[in-house]
């Protein structure tokens, strides 16, 4: 199968709401390769695919699932760092893929999936026109010295609560790399330390 790759209608995407049917074959034939584990797995894929939905708006995007435990995330289109577009071969067959948008949060993992759409790459255009018409908007002055007055936009679009948890997040990191090396050190030195027995 092969997506048109024509330009869609922003009233196009906004009337996205729920996945594609073919990601539900797709939830299947994923399922089906696990074998013994078949329904453990299937069923919340099941109920994963049936209770999925969408909303795009002028603001943002925000996506929504499950039964017993439901999860909302809600992205406005100035938190948005980067966008991926990724496929595996039975992805392609179906003529879908995966629009993995990630945040300035720090983590390495996409704050959200949207899977099951088969304009994928029209969606994936409209986000990226959206993401830098947020950045292009207005300039917040982060009050930090070491910046050099620099505005949001130019530190990538962060506001200043996002590049203090970014900062924080790196300087625990820093941290827990030293504690590590000082282990090591001493690990050395009292291995040095020991008498020889040769």
Not at 49 to 60: A, I, K, N
Not at 70 to 97: C, M, P, Y
């Amino acid at each position: 199968m092969t997506t048109d790759s024509s330009p869609v209608s922003t009233e196009a995407i906004f009337a996205i709401e729920r996945p594609d049917s073919n990601l539900m074959t797709y939830y299947a034939l994923a399922s089906i390769i696990t074998g013994p584990a078949f329904p453990f797995v299937i069923l919340p894929l099941y109920f994963r695919y049936h209770t999925m939905r969408y909303r795009f708006t002028d603001e943002g995007v925000s996506m929504r699932w499950g039964i017993l435990f439901r999860k909302e995330i809600n992205l406005t289109f100035a938190r948005i760092q980067d966008i991926h577009l990724t496929s595996n071969f039975v992805e392609r067959w179906l003529g879908l893929a995966r629009i993995q948008i990630q945040t300035a949060s720090g983590s390495a993992k996409a704050e959200m999936t949207i899977e099951g759409v088969p304009q994928f790459e029209a969606l994936r255009d409209f986000l990226y026109s959206r993401m830098r018409g947020a950045k292009g908007g207005a300039q917040v002055v982060v009050p930090q010295p070491s910046d050099g007055g620099r505005s949001a936009d130019e530190l990538g679009g962060a506001t200043a609560d996002e590049l203090a948890g970014v900062l924080r997040e790196v300087a625990g990191e820093l941290r827990a790399l030293r504690q590590s090396i000082e282990d090591r050190d001493r690990q050395i030195d009292q291995h040095h330390g020991e008498p020889d027995d040769g």
